[in-house]
């Protein structure tokens, strides 16, 4: 039997977690912080609510007070990505651990 096989959905999503990680690190860490969280006043993502996925992209997008909107910069696809990772950091059930 011969075929071709599919790798694991976790597999899948350890690698979008990691393009999430690159891409906050290269856009987000400067103001949000490597552990999600700045001592200057920006948003403490470890606080953000896991049901509100729609108002992080949005914001991310369009930007947010004095945050810049990304739209244009950042991929849609990179924006699910740093979402994933932020999960992973939070431990939101499903997201796997985001790599050290």
């Not at 075929?3 to 103001?31: H, I, M, N, Q």
């Not at 369009?62 to 244009?72: D, I, L, S, T």
């Amino acid at each position: 039997m011969g075929g071709v096989f599919a790798a694991p959905a976790w597999a899948d999503e350890a690698a979008k977690v990691e393009l999430g990680r690159k891409t906050y690190t290269s856009y987000c860490a400067r103001c949000h912080g490597f552990n999600l969280v700045m001592a200057s006043g920006t948003y403490d993502l470890r606080r953000f609510p896991q049901e509100d996925k729609e108002r992080f992209v949005r914001g991310v997008s369009k930007g947010v007070r004095a945050m810049p909107a990304w739209e244009g910069t950042i991929k849609p696809e990179e924006i699910d990505a740093i979402w994933a990772y932020v999960g992973s950091v939070n431990g939101w059930g499903g997201a796997p651990a985001a790599p050290k």
